[in-house]
């Protein structure tokens, strides 16, 4: 069995729904659109650091859905999309604080543990490069609001983060989000995981990972308003039984679990 953040946190969110997706082969329809563009625009980065033309690239991943039944968010549409991505992309390049010398090697990075008990664990790492000359693990992030960078700190206690530098004891790492907003932005924001923090991850990991193999995938329980996970949970029609909303956002695809570590991919 072949473990990956992306299922870890899924665990931890809700054993239930990790249940619905994992095991038994429920996976969201893929029509969000900002989630799509994320990946096109992560294939124009590529092709920003092999010195391509990055917002040709952006234009032919972007149009190939085009054409497509896509959910956009309120005011957002195809254009829309197109020419933030550009601008970001063109930001990015005048702002020139990010270096990756061999983009071949250095980018979408596989790295693989094994753990006790015969298990694999997973991760997808965007990038290692430098910084402002400083090298570290770099995560891409395409998203409509600023991520938050107070207090001060905060950063080191992002799972995913840590996740990373537990999978390759790299302790310094960076998170360069591509914000689209009206006028878009873009975040440079770095820090450094301790010795504790990556020994912390790899105990939820495992405590996790225990609990997956024993079958224990009970609902998560206590949501109360506003935070209500169910919400926002694609799986929310199977715990309701409403066939309505199963047909609007799941598909189910048999044997999903031999490629789950793909995942990592869209995040
Ligand atoms: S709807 Fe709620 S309880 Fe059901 S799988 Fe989703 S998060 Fe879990």
Known sequence: MTYSYTQISQ????????RYRYLDGWRERDTRAAMIFGRCFETA????????DSTA???KEWSQHRD??????????WDRLYHQGVHLLERFAQDDRVRIEHPKQDLQIQFKRSLPGGCNFVSYVDAIGELD??????????????YPDEPEGLLSLD??????????GV???????????????????????????????????????REIEAGNFQPHSGIRFPQNGCLSCSHLGLCLGSQQLIDSKLIRRPGASDLDWLDQLED
């Open 11 to 18: 665990y931890l969110r809700c054993p239930r729904q990790y």
């Open 45 to 52: 980065l590529s092709s920003y650091f092999c010195r391509e």
């Open 57 to 59: 690239t952006l234009f």
């Open 68 to 77: 497509s039944t896509l959910e956009y968010r309120k005011n957002d549409s």
């Open 133 to 146: 000359g400083s090298r570290c693990i770099i995560d891409w992030k395409t998203t409509t609001s600023r």
């Open 159 to 168: 799972p995913q983060l840590a996740c990373y530098s537990w999978m390759t």
């Open 171 to 209: 302790s310094d790492v960076a998170l360069i989000v591509f914000v689209r907003k009206q006028i878009p932005e873009i975040q440079y924001l770095k820090t450094s995981i301790s010795d504790e923090k990556r020994r912390e991850f790899g105990e939820v990991a495992f405590h996790a990972i």
